[in-house]
């Protein structure tokens, strides 16, 4: 079945710091993949998409490339805010499959 | 522009106490979906529902069950509460799938002891 793998965290960073974040996944065809975002004390936002191959999704600063050839989405950020801080999920979605989580990763940036 | 919607934000129980979970969005979206969160793991999706009156089960269903009965409302109902069930349980939905963004609630922290 659909899979996807992220690193762990927790990271801690300082402000203006360069934020990447670790994704891969496992497909049996052609996924459409996701980054959410988890504010404190909030439910999980989009953040990004992608639904191709080679196509970059970006949004807030961050950005993240489907890679087909290496089965990864990476996350990330060239200069991250203490705001930036939450937890990021990858996530994975096919045809007539729902929605798969990455187990999370918790980012804290530091004033 | 009240998106989806959940109560309680938290409960406790006690074991063996039932409770339902309401959900509703405002959004016309057909998908509905229940999820818990659990430290380290990720989401898991509990139930989900393609349009008013169809439910299916996602990967964790059991001690829990829903219903749809019209397209803004879909609660989730647990009979028998177990420490197993101590979670964070948030309400989704979306218009469509597969690449549709799912809308989120802002969660429901339940703990059973």
């Known amino acids: 079945g659909n899979s996807v793998t992220q690193m762990e965290g927790p990271v801690t960073l300082s402000e203006e710091a360069f934020l990447t974040i670790n994704c891969t996944y496992t497909a049996t065809g052609y996924p459409s993949l996701f980054w959410y975002v988890q504010y404190p004390g909030e439910g999980l936002q989009l953040l990004l998409k992608a639904t191709k191959a080679d196509d970059k999704g970006s949004n807030k600063g961050f950005e993240a490339t489907y890679r087909k050839e290496t089965t990864s989405f990476h996350l990330e950020k060239g200069s991250v805010q203490v705001s930036d801080s939450a937890v990021y999920f990858c996530a994975l979605s096919e045809l007539l499959e729902k929605l798969s989580f990455g187990a999370g990763t918790t980012v804290t940036v530091r004033a | 522009n009240a998106g989806v919607t959940q109560t309680p934000k938290f409960r406790i129980l006690k074991i063996g106490q039932s409770m339902t979970l309401q959900c509703t969005q405002d959004m016309n979206h057909n998908y509905m979906y229940w999820y818990r969160q659990d430290p380290g793991m990720g989401l898991k999706l509990i139930y989900y529902?393609?349009?008013?009156?169809?439910?299916d089960k996602g990967e964790v269903p059991n001690g829990y069950n829903v219903s749809r009965s019209t397209t803004e409302d879909f609660p989730l109902r647990l009979e028998l509460a177990a420490p197993s069930q101590t979670s964070v349980y948030f309400c989704a939905s979306s218009y469509s799938e597969p690449s549709s963004p799912l809308h989120f609630g802002n969660g429901t922290r339940l703990t059973v002891t």
């Open positions: 529902s393609v349009g008013a009156g169809i439910t």
